[in-house]
């Protein structure tokens, strides 16, 4: 399971990238009970979605020509730029980076071979969010993709995952976790899942999805629904894992919700 013990390869920060902040905001305040911390005018409008003072996440506004809302995971790395020439000889795509963010850390952006955009974080003065695991914060950090296998060698080589396969009908989902993340039992942080041949037919492309935790999946997804958001999945109870949901928020930054214990 996520910890704030961090360790290369775990997911370590997460931030949205939104067209109008002052609207993301309120959505997501609204729908998790967030506050929302500014980082400052020289920070160019990004800030910090907040907990009891405590950083659960974070939001910017769109800075390249072209990008759309979503959501990016950050992954931890002891040397954002080993791994940047990492990425790239595994047959990734460098999109911003490496770079230092004042004294906080060091980043780089990335997407990775199948077209899924992803990021690291080299810890300085900030070590990553403050917390993971409680209602309302990160969970799990999901892969939809158009060559699981393809994505399962690449991060192999670039963030030492290995993984645990299972079936569930037709569908087989890859559970990943990363060396020093933990005991065999609890090291997972999060799973890659080929997209359905209709979902290819229709168009979708490879995205890391966050998970945030909540304790009623479907109140949360009403209050997400009637504050504009697009239901892709209602809440729907998913044997040994829990009830979850799955919806785009209202700039179309997908995000899903899940009750239960997702490492299980």
Not at 87 to 104: H, I, Q, Y
Not at 178 to 198: K, N
Request: proline share 6%; aromatic share 10%.
């Amino acid at each position: 399971m996520l910890t704030t013990d961090y360790v290369p390869g775990t997911p370590n920060w997460l931030d949205l990238g939104a067209p109008d902040i002052d609207a993301a905001v309120d959505f997501y305040t609204g729908v998790f009970g967030w506050t929302f911390q500014s980082a400052g005018p020289e920070a160019g409008g990004y800030g910090f979605f907040q907990l009891d003072g405590r950083d659960v996440a974070a939001a910017g506004p769109l800075m390249d020509e072209g990008a759309e809302p979503s959501w990016t995971l950050y992954f931890h790395t002891d040397d954002a730029d080993a791994t940047a020439e990492d990425v790239e000889r595994n047959g990734g795509t460098l999109r911003a980076g490496p770079m230092d963010v004042f004294s906080a850390g060091r980043l780089a952006q990335f997407t990775d071979p199948t077209g899924a955009d992803f990021a690291v974080w080299q810890p300085g003065d900030v070590a990553g969010l403050d917390v993971v695991m409680d209602e309302h914060t990160l969970c799990w950090a999901e892969l939809y993709t158009t060559d699981a296998e393809r994505a399962k060698e690449f991060y192999s080589a670039v963030l030492s995952w290995s993984y645990e396969s299972m079936s569930a009908g037709e569908m087989t989902y890859h559970v990943a976790s990363a060396p020093g993340g933990g005991t065999e039992e609890d090291s997972s942080h999060g799973g890659i899942m080929q997209l359905p041949r209709e979902n290819l037919a229709a168009g979708s492309s490879s995205e890391w999805h966050p998970y945030f935790a909540v304790t009623d999946c479907d109140a949360v997804h009403d209050t997400a629904t009637r504050r504009g958001a697009r239901s892709l999945m209602p809440p729907t109870d998913v044997p040994a894992v829990g009830r979850l949901a799955m919806l785009n928020d209202p700039f179309g930054a997908t995000f899903a919700l899940i009750k239960g214990d997702p490492t299980r």
